[in-house]
């Protein structure tokens, strides 16, 4: 993917709002997407994943939304904590045997008490 | 259920020297993958094992990095010999073989060659 050096995209919120990172995926014939979080000093910590044949999908404060006529995932965090604050992926898998990740540009979320 | 362990977890060395990593993946996943993580990038894939056999090492520079599963379980990335740009998290992630493949990803080993 793109490089974005060390100036990730940086998404600031208040505590309690709700938070939406975007992400645009680059190949038509990806099949899964994943959201990934990864807070500093840690390995990414798996979110939420959707397939190709759904467009939205719900888990614990989290939504993630699919449109894939313009090749964009969203991932919605509702009530954002400070415990949120972390860079977040997202990933797609090519449709293959062997479960290929190619992973985004990140995007910082800060979460001001 | 223990997650992907890794060690070291940090380590320094001089450029051309050689840097091995550990990873332990979660029991009973078969599938193993080895990444690269630049400061503020997305991980890489280097290389992906099934079991101990590899299924992809498209993206691993094979001049001076190596990497083997020999008995299907852990694993040893190796770098030789390092150069300044090698300087990154290697991350080891695991999966079981299952519909939905998620990946666990281990803490990471943070490389600084000088």
């Known amino acids: 993917g793109e490089s974005v050096g060390l100036h990730l995209p940086t998404l600031s919120v208040q505590e309690g709002d709700n938070s939406i990172i975007n992400c645009a995926y680059s190949?038509?014939?990806?099949?899964?997407f994943i959201w990934y979080k990864q807070e500093s000093g840690k390995g990414p910590q798996f979110i939420i994943d959707?397939?190709?044949?759904?467009d939205k999908r719900q888990g614990q404060r989290v939504t993630v939304l699919l449109n894939k006529t313009v090749k964009h995932l969203s991932l919605q965090i509702a009530a954002t904590q400070p415990g949120d604050s972390a860079v977040y992926f997202c990933a797609e898998r090519m449709n293959s045997g062997y479960s290929t990740l190619t992973f985004g540009k990140g995007t910082m979320l800060l979460v001001s008490p | 259920e223990a997650g992907v362990a890794q060690s070291p977890r940090y380590k320094i060395i001089e450029k051309r020297q050689s840097v091995a990593f550990w990873c332990n993946p979660i029991?009973?996943?078969?599938?193993l993958y080895w990444y690269q993580q630049i400061l503020g990038q997305g991980p890489k894939l280097l290389i992906q094992f099934q079991n101990n056999g590899v299924v992809d090492d498209s993206q691993l520079p094979k001049d001076r990095f190596s990497a083997e599963r020999l008995k299907g379980v852990d694993s040893t990335l190796k770098i030789q010999p390092a150069k300044l740009e090698d300087s990154a998290v290697y991350l080891c992630a695991s999966s079981v073989r299952d519909r939905r493949e998620t990946q666990y990803f281990g803490p990471g080993t943070r490389l600084l060659v000088l």
């Open positions: 190949n038509s014939a990806s099949d899964y």
């Open positions: 029991s009973g996943h078969a599938t």
């Open positions: 959707i397939r190709s044949n759904m």
